[in-house]
């Protein structure tokens, strides 16, 4: 009798946590979740008591994978950004947002990842940052059956095609393609060389400059490279054997410092462009520096920390006295269309997920404050017409809080703006 | 191609630096260590602060001393207290150990890559009509001279004759009244010490970032290749993979392009396991007997 009692206890503990017999449909009507994610109930940390809290989640290489020397500012700026807008009244003077809550480091281990986007996706209505591809791929599948809407911190072009992932600024492909446009402008190239790292970082970036060295009538070759400072003899062997004029790079900061410095110091004179996160200010009183200052010039989607626009004022003010890092300048940046986003859904009445979903695909211009232009935030239409096509050239600038200021503002190249994205890029090289 | 071979050997000398690590503690605890990448790191980002205050060279020295009392440390509070449980649990704590040691460094490192201040940067000197970087000769010419000090400790000093006597025999060291302990600690040390410098020279002209430390991996196939309990088999293993990897980033893409655009990140694991078909103790790795 007490052994039937036990298995019938245990068959109902079972199956209430697996969400098939459920106790608390009243708990909508006595202030228990709106939808997950949303509670009646304020935020831990709410400013106003009377608001209810969204959560969102951040998923982030915080500790020890690679990219945690970025990760780590991206995701404090996420974090004073929303202080920010839940001090100025919160999202449609209703909610609050909570995004310190639900923070999760992904080691940058696509298996990492899925566990902890597990771990969390139940308790927050959307995520905030999403670091990594490979990453992100793992959990691409689940985040569209469940129509969960996620900021990525990456800028691969395969991001386009995705209706739930929310992409700031041009994508890698792009951006080389308008770094070449620039060169071919600027300095009249025979020749262009790819030095990229494999996967779809480099990979997106190489295949820009190949559409765009093409379109140009430019040679072209392409050079995959390892990450890894004493792995680099490879490039810098190529580089300085077949001398191209134009050197599109897309590593590590590190790994930047390593073949520019050594081709330079092997006689090489041809310029070095560099996508947005090959840079990195210490590079500047690094013994390669004066080769970086002679012969490499930044190509960026987004405007440096020191730039004057009231959103970069903002940001410099909320974070206070930290060292500077562009970390800091994208995290926040990227945080706009949510912010966006979420005030939509807010005014439309539907807070779900969907209502997230829809919200976002009816977003056509985000204000960015002037970090970047409204129509970076256009998510609605097919992804050759929504993608953003401008990005910025930045010169080595050791006056500057990060090291660079900007030479050419906001520019799509000809080759840019011709191309019909039909896929993404890095399926092309 | 003669640059290449002596950027073979200076990369190779600090893989070198690092196996000799791997095997000191192997010798003695029948463990292999992976806490060595994280040594290395820190290692390199002591220099990069210290640097500032004494200068390159005495930096390397305090660094080198830094990170043998950390080993010892670790080794005392968490390796100690595991001796007589199986190997295999210690070198996984061992892994723990590098995590641990690697995210305090990743907190001095910074989101910056960190200068480690060297005197040599890119600086390149011609010898004999051969344009090469100073910092190779500095790596290998460093390196030549600790492998020379310290097979000078293990053939002339008692600590070194204790190292070797717990390494061939342990109980039998500990009935002559040899520390076990003693050793084991010393063997962390050193192995500590001179990751450190292995550390420092891998920052040399590029600088250490969150990243730098997978380069001390290559010290695996080095090992193997030279054979697990030998000394100078970790040396020449180290160079040997050193110089296979540089030979391959320069002439693998005009020689055998069909291999693909990055073979040169294999080619110390394909070193590895063509010596493990052929001798499987490595080089000069001790055949063992097993009666079964």
Known sequence: MNRNIVIVVAAVLLLSSCGVVRGNEEEQATGGPLAAGVTREPCPKAVDQAKGCIYLGTISDLTAGPFAAQAVPITKAQSVFWARVNKAGGVGGKYEVDVDTYVRDNKYNPETHRQVYNEIKDKVLGIVQTLGSPTTAAILDDLKANSIVAAPASWTSAWEFEDVILESGAPYCIEAMNAVDYAVETYQPDSVMAVYYPGDYGADAAAGAKIAAEKNGVKFTAVETPSGATAQGGAITAITKEKPDVVIVTTGPADLAAIVGQSAAAGFEGRFIGTGPTWNVALVQSPAGPALKALYEQSAPGMPWAADTPGHQAMREALGSVTPNDGYTSGWAWAYPMKAALEKMVAGGDISRAGLLAAVKSLTTVDYEGMLPPEAGNYSGDPNSAVFRQTLINKVDEAAPTGVTTTKGFYTGPTAQAYTLDGPCFTKL | ?292
Do not use: C
Request: proline content about 3%.
């Open chain 2, 1 to 292: 191609m003669i640059e290449t071979l002596i950027r073979g050997l200076g990369n190779g000398s600090v893989y070198a630096l690092l196996a000799l690590g791997f095997v000191i503690i192997y010798k003695a605890t029948r463990v292999i260590s992976f806490a060595q990448p994280s040594f290395m790191i820190a290692g390199a980002v002591a220099v990069s602060y210290l640097a500032e205050i004494t200068g390159f060279y005495l930096a390397v020295v305090l660094a080198a001393l830094l990170v043998a009392g950390v080993a010892l440390v670790i080794e005392r509070i968490a390796i100690r207290p595991m001796i007589g449980r199986p190997v295999f649990v210690i070198a996984i704590i061992s892994l723990g150990v590098d995590v641990v040691v690697r995210v305090v460094a990743n907190g001095f490192i910074g989101t910056d890559v960190r200068q480690v201040g060297d005197p040599w940067g890119f600086s390149l000197v011609t010898l004999g009509g051969v344009t090469i970087q100073q910092r190779w000769i500095a790596m290998f010419v460093a390196a030549a001279v600790l492998v020379g000090l310290l097979f000078l400790f293990f053939r002339h000093t008692r600590y070194g004759l204790a190292m070797r006597a717990a390494a061939f025999d342990q109980e039998t060291a500990l009935a002559q009244g040899v520390s076990v302990g003693m050793v084991f600690a010393l063997s962390w040390g050193l192995a500590g010490g001179l990751a450190a410098i292995a550390g420092t020279f891998v920052g040399t002209g590029q600088g250490v970032d969150q990243l730098t430390w997978i380069i001390a991996l290559k010290a695996l196939p080095a090992i193997i290749v030279g054979g697990l309990d030998s000394l100078g088999g970790a040396v020449i293993g180290g160079l040997a993979i050193g110089v296979v990897e540089s030979l391959a980033q320069s002439y693998q893409g005009d020689v055998a392009p069909w291999l693909g655009q990055n073979f040169a990140v294999v080619t110390p694991y394909v070193v590895m396991l063509v010596v493990l078909l052929v001798r499987p103790y490595g080089l000069f790795g001790t055949p063992e007997v097993e009666r079964v």
